[in-house]
């Protein structure tokens, strides 16, 4: 079958040794950031980016495709022996995880969170291998038009999903285009929004912006915070699970990926809906479902496979359609466009050997994840032991090198530190950050679909209801943003989630 | 590590109000929309072959506005809610780290990247974290002088050195 082929020749690009270092790198960083305090995926992915501007493109990309994956697993160490969800998909890990801590058993939880992550990743992955090639063959079929009606629906869902308010949400994503909208305009050559500024003609650069958003508004959140608690450091010995918490984790394996993988495909769902959706399922399908909340191992188990599904299977929005299904994966999509990459059907015909080595380092990568993480959970605990104000200076510390290093200027160091207040404001009123995020990295691409229909149609906006599909993904965008008009609920646990 | 959004320093919920801060914002988002729909009509918004350069900010612009506008509606006339938000230490703390971290990155192109980042480094730690000098000052020079070595001699990432005295003279 070709797509064996496809996967084969993907695996000779990503076992190179120099790839296989960027992938081991990834997941390490990942581990890292996921257990560091003030520091999430997005961020950590976005401050990464210009460090890979020197690289090739496909090293580049595995290695932060495993800085995403891999914070997923970092975050479940703290989730487990801190009782502090290291990353929002993780929260619910706090439940049994620490229960199980508390009875000896945290290095077992650990154990089984990884090889659980291993499943549910690398079941998301062949998912991704068998989607990619039908679902990029539709993509290249679609035109501009139709092109612009995905985004919307792709960004409606998003903000639909976000936060508590959905004007709020939708001011958020509204910003996030106006940004995108500052520099050269792509068609007449003019200049918009500039104010003089030559360092602007370029646009805003999107890793400062994110870099702020997500990482210094977080620092600056935490500051006056009280100290963390220590963290139990578990021996060799009670790292492996015994005989029945495996034999029990099973079951909770399969539903986490089944779970994972569903709602990985859809836009605005995120890792931490899905870790929650599993805690439920399996609340109403474990054989030991009174034990949940007491330190039950399924509920480690099934959210944890869930999160790493969710993490792989958001990829194949991006690799086939070049929609991004999260805020960390819209930074993911920035790293592929400035490395002159546009993720999305043409990949798979221009670069397929690029796509396919990234999809190759996936199941890679959830190896590297699974063999090197489990023995090095002493390491990870050991840094949590920084204490936290010291952690904070030195993360303000990369902050200041990564958005530095975007373009050698501190015109985008002041550009990050701008966003970090204006993200510090907008998570005091409840203004999700997401949507700026998706909105900032596909505004560009927006504005083109649009003006190239327009274009296509020589200024008839008609041609968005006289192509069946573009009208119907329009209408379906516009069912889902008024959808708060129909009295439709957001799940609760989107309203809290800080990826959202 | 992501938490959530409420931090932990924001336990002491301050009394019922609706906070001056929320005006100054929606004020801020009302400007920024006003100045986008100014500076759009100088843009063009139409042109023969459709859509203008200011086109899409006009649209954007028009939106912020009006959703600007029923959030204020709904901040007027929506029960107030207990305020969570920093208290006034933790507020001096950010106001200060902001401030610490722009003349950093003002001065950082001028006393170079080292000094500068000693200089942020022993002012976070020995005011913020609280630590002993000699610890501060450990961990400042392995950040400062570590972090230069491992960015710009390893990675190969240039990070600027000093322009003026003394610093041109000390090499760094």
């Given at each position: 079958?070709?797509?064996?082929?496809?996967?084969?020749?993907?695996?000779?690009?990503?076992?190179?040794?120099?790839?296989?270092?960027?992938?081991?790198?990834?997941?390490l960083v990942g581990t890292l950031i996921g257990v560091l305090p003030g520091i999430g995926p997005v961020a950590g992915v976005a401050l990464l980016i210009p460090l890979t501007l020197n690289l090739e493109p496909t090293g580049a990309?595995?290695?932060?495709?495993?800085?995403?994956?891999?914070?997923?697993?970092?975050?479940?160490?703290?989730?487990?022996?801190?009782?502090?969800?290291?990353?929002?998909?993780?929260?619910?890990?706090?439940?049994?995880?620490?229960?199980?801590?508390?009875?000896?058993?945290?290095?077992?939880?650990?154990?089984?969170?990884?090889?659980?992550?291993?499943?549910?990743?690398?079941?998301?992955?062949?998912?991704?291998?068998?989607?990619?090639?039908?679902?990029?063959?539709?993509?290249?079929?679609?035109?501009?038009?139709?092109?612009?009606?995905?985004?919307?629906?792709?960004?409606?869902?998003?903000?639909?999903?976000?936060?508590?308010?959905?004007?709020?949400?939708?001011?958020?994503?509204?910003?996030?285009?106006?940004?995108?909208?500052?520099?050269?305009?792509?068609?007449?050559?003019?200049?918009?929004?500039?104010?003089?500024?030559?360092?602007?003609?370029?646009?805003?650069?999107?890793?400062?912006?994110?870099?702020?958003?997500?990482?210094?508004?977080?620092?600056?959140?935490?500051?006056?915070?009280?100290?963390?608690?220590?963290?139990?450091?578990?021996?060799?010995?009670?790292?492996?699970?015994?005989?029945?918490?495996?034999?029990?984790?099973?079951?909770?394996?399969?539903?986490?990926?089944?779970?994972?993988?569903?709602?990985?495909?859809?836009?605005?769902?995120?890792?931490?809906?899905?870790?929650?959706?599993?805690?439920?399922?399996?609340?109403?399908?474990?054989?030991?479902?009174?034990?949940?909340?007491?330190?039950?191992?399924?509920?480690?188990?099934?959210?944890?496979?869930?999160?790493?599904?969710?993490?792989?299977?958001?990829?194949?929005?991006?690799?086939?359609?070049?929609?991004?299904?999260?805020?960390?994966?819209?930074?993911?999509?920035?790293?592929?466009?400035?490395?002159?990459?546009?993720?999305?059907?043409?990949?798979?015909?221009?670069?397929?050997?690029?796509?396919?080595?990234?999809?190759?380092?996936?199941?890679?990568?959830?190896?590297?994840?699974?063999?090197?993480?489990?023995?090095?959970?002493?390491?990870?605990?050991?840094?949590?032991?920084?204490?936290?104000?010291?952690?904070?200076?030195?993360?303000?510390?990369?902050?200041?090198?990564?958005?530095?290093?975007?373009?050698?200027?501190?015109?985008?160091?002041?550009?990050?530190?701008?966003?970090?207040?204006?993200?510090?404001?907008?998570?005091?009123?409840?203004?999700?950050?997401?949507?700026?995020?998706?909105?900032?990295?596909?505004?560009?691409?927006?504005?083109?679909?649009?003006?190239?229909?327009?274009?296509?149609?020589?200024?008839?906006?008609?041609?968005?209801?006289t192509r069946p599909a573009a009208a119907i993904l329009l209408g379906i965008g516009l069912l889902i943003a008024i959808s708060p008009l129909l009295k439709i609920r957001k799940p609760a646990a989107l309203q809290e989630d800080v990826?959202? | 590590?992501?938490?959530?959004?409420?931090?932990?320093?924001?336990?002491?919920?301050?009394?019922?109000?609706?906070?001056?801060?929320?005006?100054?914002?929606?004020?801020?988002?009302?400007?920024?929309?006003?100045?986008?729909?100014?500076?759009?009509?100088?843009?063009?918004?139409?042109?023969?072959?459709?859509?203008?350069?200011?086109?899409?900010?006009?649209?954007?612009?028009?939106?912020?506005?009006?959703?600007?506008?029923?959030?204020?509606?709904?901040?007027?006339?929506?029960?107030?809610?207990?305020?969570?938000?920093?208290?006034?230490?933790?507020?001096?703390?950010?106001?200060?780290?902001?401030?610490?971290?722009?003349?950093?990155?003002?001065?950082?192109?001028?006393?170079?990247?080292?000094?500068?980042?000693?200089?942020?480094?022993?002012?976070?730690?020995?005011?913020?974290?609280?630590?002993?000098?000699?610890?501060?000052?450990?961990?400042?020079?392995?950040?400062?002088?570590?972090?230069?070595?491992?960015?710009?001699?390893?990675?190969?990432?240039?990070?600027?050195?000093?322009?003026?005295?003394?610093?041109?003279?000390?090499?760094?």
């Open positions: 079958m070709d797509v064996f082929a496809d996967l084969l020749g993907g695996f000779a690009t990503a076992l190179t040794p120099q790839n296989l270092l960027f992938a081991l790198i990834g997941c990309i595995i290695m932060l495709a495993a800085i995403f994956y891999g914070t997923a697993y970092g975050g479940t160490i703290t989730s487990v022996l801190l009782n502090t969800p290291g990353e929002a998909a993780s929260a619910i890990t706090t439940i049994d995880g620490y229960q199980m801590t508390k009875k000896g058993r945290g290095g077992a939880a650990l154990t089984i969170a990884a090889v659980g992550s291993f499943v549910g990743g690398v079941i998301a992955t062949i998912l991704l291998v068998f989607a990619a090639k039908p679902l990029s063959t539709f993509g290249l079929k679609i035109g501009p038009p139709e092109f612009f009606g995905l985004m919307v629906v792709g960004i409606s869902l998003l903000v639909a999903l976000a936060g508590k308010s959905m004007i709020r949400a939708l001011i958020s994503g509204f910003l996030g285009l106006l940004i995108a909208m500052i520099g050269i305009d792509p068609v007449f050559g003019a200049p918009r929004f500039t104010f003089g500024v030559p360092r602007l003609l370029d646009g805003v650069s999107f890793v400062a912006v994110i870099v702020g958003l997500f990482g210094l508004s977080e620092v600056l959140s935490g500051l006056g915070a009280t100290e963390a608690k220590r963290p139990v450091v578990p021996g060799m010995r009670g790292l492996l699970p015994n005989r029945t918490e495996w034999k029990r984790s099973v079951p909770a394996f399969a539903r986490g990926t089944v779970i994972g993988s569903a709602l990985g495909l859809i836009p605005g769902m995120t890792g931490s809906v899905s870790a929650l959706l599993s805690y439920g399922a399996e609340r109403k399908f474990s054989k030991y479902r009174n034990e949940l909340g007491t330190g039950a191992v399924e509920g480690v188990a099934g959210p944890e496979t869930s999160n790493n599904a969710h993490a792989n299977a958001a990829l194949i929005p991006l690799f086939t359609l070049g929609i991004p299904a999260s805020p960390t994966i819209a930074v993911l999509m920035g790293a592929f466009l400035q490395q002159g990459l546009t993720p999305g059907p043409t990949l798979f015909v221009e670069h397929a050997d690029i796509a396919w080595g990234i999809i190759a380092s996936l199941f890679i990568g959830n190896v590297f994840l699974l063999v090197i993480n489990v023995p090095l959970i002493r390491i990870w605990t050991s840094i949590l032991l920084i204490p936290e104000k010291i952690l904070s200076a030195l993360i303000m510390l990369f902050l200041i090198i990564g958005s530095y290093t975007i373009n050698y200027s501190v015109f985008d160091v002041f550009v990050m530190i701008l966003f970090g207040v204006v993200g510090l404001v907008m998570r005091r009123f409840d203004m999700p950050l997401a949507p700026l995020v998706l909105t900032l990295v596909l505004g560009p691409m927006m504005e083109q679909s649009l003006r190239e229909s327009l274009d296509i149609s020589q200024g008839d906006f008609s041609i968005f209801v990826e959202t | 590590m992501e938490t959530t959004q409420s931090p932990v320093h924001d336990e002491t919920a301050l009394p019922a109000q609706r906070p001056v801060s929320l005006w100054i914002w929606l004020g801020i988002m009302a400007f920024i929309s006003v100045y986008a729909i100014y500076g759009s009509f100088g843009l063009r918004l139409w042109t023969p072959r459709g859509p203008g350069p200011g086109f899409f900010p006009f649209v954007l612009a028009i939106a912020i506005l009006g959703m600007t506008i029923i959030w204020f509606v709904q901040s007027l006339r929506d029960p107030v809610e207990a305020s969570s938000g920093s208290t006034g230490t933790s507020m001096r703390h950010i106001v200060i780290s902001v401030a610490t971290l722009v003349i950093v990155a003002a001065a950082m192109e001028w006393i170079g990247f080292r000094a500068a980042i000693l200089l942020f480094l022993l002012y976070e730690l020995l005011v913020n974290a609280k630590l002993a000098w000699w610890k501060a000052l450990i961990i400042g020079l392995i950040a400062s002088f570590g972090g230069y070595w491992l960015f710009n001699d390893f990675l190969g990432v240039s990070l600027p050195v000093g322009k003026i005295p003394p610093f041109t003279w000390l090499g760094i």
